[in-house]
């Protein structure tokens, strides 16, 4: 049996390979991502939705990386609490992020099927907007 922290060790590594097929793999298929505040009006998402919502971003972005700053792990309830923060190569420069997760485990904690992603809100509104909005981003799009 896997471990909570294993699997949320994981879960970062696979975010950190930038690749759709690993993040995904690391979810249970009835997994249901919420993506917070609900200030930000984004609906729950299982995986096909994630999927979409999530894939046209993996070009965006270069050399991704998250950084695990605090863990905490309740094996008992299956329950993962980390702070992260990300940065990455974009066209219109450097990337920084900041994140609060909270996974909730399988019963072999093997895969996450409950995903609770608090983001920098401010930080990300205004960097997807200059980003979408970038000349070269129109560029290789219409190509």
Known sequence: MASCSQTAQALVTAYNTW??????????????????????SQKP??????????????????NFRLTIHDIVVDESDRKVVMHLTSTASTDIGKYYNEYMLKLHMTEDCR????FEEFVDSGYSAKYMAKLLE??????????
């Open 45 to 62: 998402m299982n995986n096909e939705e994630y999927i979409a919502f999530f894939a046209p971003s993996i070009p965006l972005f270069r």
């Open 111 to 114: 895969k996450v099927d409950k």
């Open 134 to 143: 970038n000349p070269s981003r129109a560029r290789k799009t219409s190509l």
């Open 19 to 40: 690749t759709l097929e690993n993040i995904m793999d690391i979810r249970a298929s009835n997994c249901i991502n919420y993506i917070l505040p609900r200030s930000l």
